[in-house]
């Protein structure tokens, strides 16, 4: 009987010399030169931290929907332009976008507010309107004392003093500083002539 000797496969192994290095592992899948790759991933770095810095803001403003729209966009970028195989998506991504922001989303938007009393009367919450009506306006209490004032100028640097009359004649000089009793502030003159402390009657 013939004997069969059966041959071990031959293994076609490459070397290390001929296994690709990372850069040209990292050029096969992006595509492009290296400075190609490098401008594609700054520019996708300024879109997704532009989308990033929004997001405290939107999420502040409680935008939900653009919020989830905007993160949707920054991945589905990042994903179609660091992938080789996507290349019409490329092409088509850019347009869809601004076709969606521009005219899509303005008709959504107006008809979800033909719905909605939204107005210039509405915009904030009820919470918010109220701290907003409470530092915008000054409410004078009923037992607040009021006084006669006199603006004055200093000489020299023109800084710019009041001169407070009480109701029982006692006078103050306000500056920056604060109110100071006239008798302690110094000469004050108004016109060319010196203004005295005022006594009130039977002091």
Request: hydrophobic share 45%.
């Amino acid at each position: 009987m013939a004997k069969v000797h059966e041959q071990a496969p031959e293994r076609t192994e490459r070397s290390e010399a001929e296994q690709p290095s990372t850069g040209e592992r990292l050029r096969e899948h992006l595509g492009g030169t290296p400075w190609v790759i490098a401008v594609k991933l700054l520019l996708l770095a300024l879109v997704n931290g532009f989308v990033l810095f929004g997001v405290p803001r939107m999420t502040e403003q409680r935008a939900w929907s653009m919020l989830g729209a905007a993160l949707v966009a920054m991945v589905v970028m990042d994903v179609v332009y660091l992938r080789r195989d996507l290349l019409p998506l490329k092409y088509l991504i850019p347009g869809t976008v601004f076709l969606l922001l521009f005219q899509v989303y303005p008709v959504a938007y107006t008809f979800y507010l033909s719905f909605t009393n939204y107005g210039a009367g509405h915009i904030l919450t009820k919470q918010q309107a109220i701290e907003e009506i409470l530092e915008g306006n000054l409410i004078t209490p009923e037992d607040a004392v009021r006084y006669e004032v006199v603006p004055l100028a200093e000489e020299g640097d023109g800084a710019v003093a009041l001169l407070l009359t009480g109701p029982d004649g006692n006078q103050f000089l306000g500056t920056e500083e604060g109110l100071t009793l006239l008798e302690e502030a110094g000469d004050v003159v108004r016109e060319g002539e010196q203004i005295e402390q005022s006594v009130p009657p039977g002091g």
